[in-house]
């Protein structure tokens, strides 16, 4: 730790850049994650590949610039590689910078988990509306985990570390079962109402797992900011305008309309990632003031 901080005081550059292309590196491997697992195929054997076959050489695989230095296209046949690959990794770079730049380190390595769950989660969502349980139910069990080995991500610091363990571990479980729960429930009745599925299991267990790192109101703000984000996205959707590149792999690649089924996965990501790096503070004070009146 003292090496870390000398080096922030001598290069206060370095490690933020560093963030950024770890994000990036990160984001270049979200991109394999989204394509084969949904697939069932391994994520790390073979290598990355064109479509065509040929295998991609290091020099053409890197983060970002690859992609725009070749101008989207393969180098081996000349096919265009969709503009999800660098929005992916561009968008991981900028939140794994936002979450060094705003936490201390063992808080912003436990956001960079949460965060590249929540990419992953979104983007396959986005194709084959389904979550793999390995971003919900393994999301919040390292919720869990990591909470009782950084107390500080539920705000316990200050005494005894296993007190503080203890009870970070108990505010993640909590978060967990409320978020789950709540989201269960409404799925549950709105479907006694419409007569069909309203919400599938796979967003109940997202809930619950961004639960385990923000804690329940973390996860309640997850449901209802994601209510409102999922409703501005439906809007412009609709209106013609297309907001997330899909993969050519999609199977959910239709126009929205009305009556078109809208993944609510990725609204609970985005209202969770707003938490997690910017609305914490706000949304915490507004519960507790909310709590003084009962």
């Known amino acids: 730790m003292p090496a870390l901080v000398a080096t922030a005081v001598a290069l ?3 490690l933020p ?3 950024f292309i770890v994000g990036a590196c990160i984001g270049s491997f979200l991109n394999v994650v989204i394509v084969r697992l949904p697939a069932g195929e391994s994520v ?4 990355s590949h064109c479509a065509c076959g040929a295998p991609i050489a290091w020099y053409d695989n890197i983060p970002i610039a690859s992609w725009l230095l070749r101008r989207g296209r393969a180098r081996c046949c000349g096919r265009p590689f969709s503009i999800r690959y660098p929005v992916v990794e561009l968008l991981t770079a900028l939140l794994f910078l936002a979450c060094w730049l705003l936490y201390p380190p ?3 390595v436990c956001g960079w988990i949460f965060l590249s769950g929540l990419i992953a989660a979104t983007f396959i969502d986005l194709d084959h509306l389904m979550i793999p349980d390995a971003f919900t139910l393994g999301l919040g069990v390292a919720g869990v985990l990591l909470s009782c080995l950084v107390p500080m991500l539920h705000g316990q610091y200050g005494g005894y570390f296993a007190l503080d363990s203890l009870r970070s571990g108990a505010a993640a479980l909590e978060g967990l079962l409320m978020g789950s729960g709540l989201v269960l429930w409404i799925a549950l ?3 006694a109402v419409l007569k069909k599925e ?3 299991l796979g967003d109940v267990k997202f809930a619950g797992a961004i639960g385990a790192f923000c804690g329940w109101r973390g996860a309640v703000f ?3 900011g994601g209510a409102i984000v999922g409703t501005a996205w439906l809007a412009l959707a609709l209106i013609g305008r297309q907001l997330v590149p899909r993969s050519p792999e999609s199977s959910a690649g239709a126009p929205l309309t009305f009556g078109s089924r809208l993944p609510f996965g990725p609204m609970l990501a985005v209202a969770g990632a707003l938490y997690f790096l910017l609305l914490r503070g706000p949304v ?7 709590a003084i009146l009962f």
């Open 44 to 47: 790390l054997r073979p290598g």
């Open 106 to 108: 063992a808080i912003a």
């Open 12 to 14: 206060p550059w370095f």
């Open 222 to 224: 997850a449901l209802f």
């Open 189 to 191: 009745l709105a479907g």
């Open 198 to 200: 309203a919400m599938g």
């Open 17 to 19: 850049l560093t963030a």
């Open 284 to 290: 915490n004070a507004w519960f507790d003031r909310f």
